[in-house]
């Protein structure tokens, strides 16, 4: 090859490379990139955080609602209810922080209709369906007022069955998001909830039981 048109073969690779380069620079204005980062929280771990959190601040209000001259059992069944409960609100409220998403759900349950939970878990979505946008196993303001004016053994039975009926709603939820999910720190919460709210409900079973109270309907 001639030493002219080894020049003219170094220019023409030059200035592909320089159109190349031009191009690369060019791309993000003509072609934007896409730089979305992947979600923290997906939205069944959203709904599902902002939903257990509600549920749990209603267990709150129900242990401070109890009468404190109750029977040391039930009372301190009520405290340790409460205690566990502040640190899981605490862990999900600092999800949803890292997720840049609202501690509470302007829908709530409706991740319980998300696809993917529809999808591959029909038959738990639907079993829930039923109570539409209530959360299962809430009481009504009613019963919290019920529950603020009871004293001593009524007191006891109504915390329990009301505190029990919670349980299985929340245990409902938990089921569902960890059918729902496939891996990761939410998923793991919902199982740990599941097993430790399977023990608490079987404690206020027999507890009832012993005090001739009767679970809700």
């Known amino acids: 090859m001639t030493v002219s048109r080894w020049i ?3 220019a023409f690779a030059a200035l592909a490379f320089a159109l190349l380069v031009i191009g690369a620079a060019l791309r993000p204005l003509v072609l934007p990139e896409d730089h979305t980062a992947t979600p923290v929280l997906n939205a069944i771990e959203i709904g599902f955080a902002q939903d257990m959190t509600a549920h749990h601040q209603q ?3 129900m242990v ?3 009468d404190r001259d109750v029977a040391p059992t039930v009372l301190r069944l009520a405290q340790q209810l409460s205690d566990a409960q502040r640190i899981e609100i605490g862990t999900m409220l600092g999800w949803l922080r890292l997720a840049d998403a609202p501690p509470l759900s302007p829908h709530p349950m409706a991740w319980m209709h998300a696809d993917a939970a ?4 029909h038959s738990t979505a639907v079993a829930v369906q039923s109570t539409g946008n209530t959360m299962p196993g809430m009481a009504s303001t009613a019963e919290l007022d019920a529950l603020a004016t009871a004293r001593g053994h009524d007191a006891e039975i109504l ?4 505190m029990f009926r919670h349980h299985q709603g929340g245990l409902a939820m938990a089921r569902a998001a960890d059918q729902a999910l496939t891996s990761g720190p939410v998923k793991e919460a919902a199982r740990s909830m599941f097993q430790s709210q399977s023990q608490e409900a079987g404690v206020m079973g027999v507890l009832l039981s012993q005090l001739g109270g009767q679970p809700l309907q």
């Open 8 to 10: 003219r073969a170094a």
């Open 59 to 61: 267990a709150l209000i």
């Open 64 to 66: 401070q609602r109890l």
């Open 118 to 121: 529809a999808s591959h878990h």
């Open 159 to 162: 915390f329990l069955q009301l």
